[in-house]
């Protein structure tokens, strides 16, 4: 099996879902409870009425899935670009954006806040949206990352000098830096909701839901561990071994099922 069919099923067990953590306070650097995930000040201004923000993004795409927002904005940069972490309004918890042929999320309450490596984002919050934000993007990483160096950048640090050497080689998909890449998908997806459980002081397990879609009986669910690291999120190692095919691995598919209850929405 070829590095691109294992990537189809990475970033793709987001896209490939259907084709391609609960909420959290802001209130404490180590809260991964529930409550209300990237809530802004009452006196927060709408990030899309800045100059920032026009200067920034073009047109957006409209995702083809049964999600709120259906916007997915467009950075100019084809790889994207964090948002400002000034508690700025967007359209929920988080803005959706297209990072090369991915929809990813992005918040200006809980990261991410920097660049990792060309496609890999890191400065997340320790908080269950930051988690969430986090595993997706990360797991995402066959849309998104620009060269074979980027690649490691998802693994915890603990782990990477241990399991990067039983990486695949990854074969570069020809049209990551196309603009058109994810518009020119039979479907633009993204997760509908997701639910996030710490299992221990440092791990957090993350579940999606992705919608059904059209002609399709029921929606799609993953879910994948992150643990918290040098002051970060990153894949843990039973995450990374599904999602990077280390060792030969086969990634996991995503599971049929119809929507959950008391999930958060995006």
Not at 61 to 66: G, H, K, Q, R, V
Not at 87 to 100: I, L, T, Y
Not at 135 to 140: E, G
Not at 188 to 203: G, H, L, Q, Y
Request: hydrophobic share 35%.
């Amino acid at each position: 099996m070829t590095r691109r069919t294992l990537t189809t099923c990475a970033a793709a067990l987001a896209l490939a879902v259907v084709t391609t953590v609960a909420a959290c306070s802001h209130s404490s650097d180590h809260d991964t409870g529930p409550t209300v995930p990237g809530q802004p000040g009452v006196t927060a201004k709408p990030l899309k009425q800045t100059q920032w923000f026009a200067d920034t993004f073009g047109t957006p795409l409209i995702a083809t899935t049964n999600v709120t927002p259906k916007t997915v904005e467009q950075a100019k940069d084809v790889r994207g670009t964090v948002l400002p972490q000034d508690k700025s309004v967007v359209d929920g918890p988080v803005m959706w954006e297209r990072v090369r042929c991915a929809a990813l999320p992005f918040s200006t309450t809980d990261g991410p806040t920097k660049t990792r490596a060309d496609g890999v984002f890191g400065g997340y919050a320790r908080t269950s949206l930051g988690a969430a934000m986090a595993a997706l993007q990360m797991s995402s990483y066959a849309a998104t990352v620009g060269n074979n160096t980027a690649v490691p950048q998802v693994i915890a640090p603990a782990d990477r000098d241990r399991l990067t050497p039983q990486l695949p080689q990854y074969e570069r998909g020809k049209g990551l830096d196309n603009p058109g890449c994810l518009a020119q998908q039979k479907n633009i997806i993204r997760p509908a909701m997701w639910k996030a459980e710490p299992i221990s002081d440092t791990v957090t397990r993350v579940q999606y839901w992705w919608p059904p879609r059209q002609g399709d009986a029921a929606g799609g669910s993953l879910d994948y561990t992150v643990t918290w690291q040098d002051g970060d999120w990153y894949l843990s190692e039973q995450t990374a071994t599904d999602v990077l095919a280390l060792g030969g691995k086969v990634p996991r598919s995503a599971q049929y099922t119809t929507q959950p209850i008391g999930w958060s929405p995006w």
